[in-house]
């Protein structure tokens, strides 16, 4: 993975947790339930991992030649991702809703375009700081 990919990778996932933190914040004063916080990191790990695997699917897409293959590869890796994660909000829905907040997770997840949302203004600040140094 080259250096401009890990530094796209650590932008996007600084986004997610800055998203985190914040709705964290806002939870503190309109909400403060323990499963909230709960569901609110359970649904940024979610988001990361997510965001981890989006990014070894498109790492190892840009590798391969045969156009056919990368789409067939994009394509199970994302319907395979999506149903892990219809999955685990299934079993925290039915098992472990006095735990994590269901309705906390959906958002933390949520994070993952608010991440992507987020990195051109923290690349913008990242450059600056550079700069500077």
């Given at each position: 993975?080259?250096?401009?990919?890990?530094n796209?990778?650590?932008?996007?996932?600084?986004?997610?947790?800055?998203?985190?933190?914040?709705?964290?914040?806002?939870?503190?004063?309109v909400?403060?339930?323990?499963?909230?916080?709960?569901?609110?990191?359970?649904?940024?790990v979610?988001?990361?991992?997510?965001?981890?695997?989006?990014?070894?699917?498109?790492?190892?897409?840009?590798?391969?030649?045969?156009?056919?293959?990368?789409?067939?590869?994009?394509?199970?890796?994302?319907?395979?991702?999506?149903?892990?994660?219809?999955?685990?909000?299934?079993?925290?829905?039915?098992?472990?809703?006095d735990?994590?907040?269901?309705?906390?997770?959906?958002?933390?997840?949520?994070?993952?375009?608010?991440?992507?949302?987020?990195?051109?203004?923290i690349?913008?600040?990242?450059?600056?700081?550079a700069?500077?140094?």
């Open positions: 993975m080259g250096k401009e990919t890990k796209l990778m650590l932008e996007v996932s600084a986004g997610i947790v800055f998203f985190t933190v914040a709705v964290m914040l806002g939870a503190f004063f909400y403060p339930r323990r499963a909230v916080y709960a569901g609110l990191i359970l649904g940024m979610l988001a990361l991992a997510m965001f981890l695997s989006m990014a070894l699917v498109l790492e190892r897409s840009m590798k391969t030649e045969d156009p056919k293959t990368v789409q067939k590869q994009s394509i199970i890796s994302a319907v395979l991702r999506y149903l892990l994660l219809i999955v685990i909000m299934i079993v925290v829905i039915e098992r472990f809703s735990w994590f907040n269901p309705v906390a997770v959906v958002i933390g997840v949520l994070g993952l375009k608010a991440g992507a949302f987020f990195q051109p203004i690349h913008k600040i990242a450059v600056r700081r700069k500077g140094e």
